[in-house]
């Protein structure tokens, strides 16, 4: 267990209305990473954070934006949530000292109507 | 442009046979790659990784492979156990930059699509 937290779980939401995800971790690790997951494409960064309040853009950043005022705590938030941002969302954390494993959240999986 | 491919989106093997699972990726500045395992309603999973300056790891089961000059790697798993369905992503991380600060990729991984592993009984 990598100490990693997803809430919520499940949402539905209609276009046009913003959503805030939250990830949440105990390990007091630096590196955070946002993902969607969408059949044939993977897994897709979104952003990523390398510490507090230190945050860039992944792959598929329009439509997101994240922030990470604590360490344990990496928000993720669609300003105005679109039918293309149905997905299954996975945080990630990465301990300073391994050389690329990342450890993954149990999900939270979005539905835009 | 997608720089790190399963061409396979499934398998479908028989307990106790091996099953390969395949990658490809295209940009030669990748040193470090890994295997991750995704059961349905749950987070991916670490499996195994590959430093660019092996050619192979074990561990248990699981061994892979890596091709540099082909830019391909794979993963074996021998014997295939039915609780190993699932499925499989690979992905690779970019050589560190050494001309920012700390020389650092941040971490970044690119993900393949993912192979839908289905042993059998």
């Known amino acids: 267990d990598a100490g990693i937290t997803q809430s919520p779980r499940h949402k539905v939401t209609e276009t046009g209305t913003p959503v805030t995800l939250r990830c949440h971790q105990t390990?007091?690790?630096?590196?955070m990473y946002w993902y969607r997951q969408d059949p044939g494409h993977g897994l897709r960064l979104i952003h990523y954070?390398?510490?507090?309040?230190?945050?860039d853009k992944g792959e598929v950043s329009d439509g997101y934006s994240v922030s990470r005022s604590k360490t344990e705590d990496f928000l993720l938030t669609l300003e105005s949530a679109t039918s293309s941002q149905t997905s299954v969302y996975f945080c990630a954390i990465k301990d300073d000292r391994s050389l690329g494993e990342q450890f993954f959240g149990p999900g939270t999986r979005l539905t835009v109507l | 442009d997608q720089q790190v491919k399963q061409n396979s989106p499934s398998l479908s093997v028989q307990e106790g046979r091996i099953s390969i699972l395949n990658c490809d990726y295209t940009n030669s500045m990748f040193d470090y790659f890994l295997w991750y395992k995704k059961y349905p309603a749950e987070g991916p999973t670490f499996l195994i990784s590959i430093s660019s300056i092996k050619d192979k790891n074990e561990d248990g089961r699981f061994t892979v492979f890596l091709n540099k000059s082909a830019k391909h790697l794979s993963l074996h798993i021998v014997p295939s156990q039915p609780g190993d369905s699932a499925v499989y992503f690979c992905a690779a991380r970019l050589r560190p930059l050494t001309s920012n600060a700390g020389g650092t990729s941040y971490g970044k991984l690119t993900f393949g699509q993912g192979t839908i592993l289905t042993v059998h009984p």
């Open positions: 954070s390398y510490g507090v309040k230190d945050t």
């Open positions: 390990e007091n690790h630096r590196y």
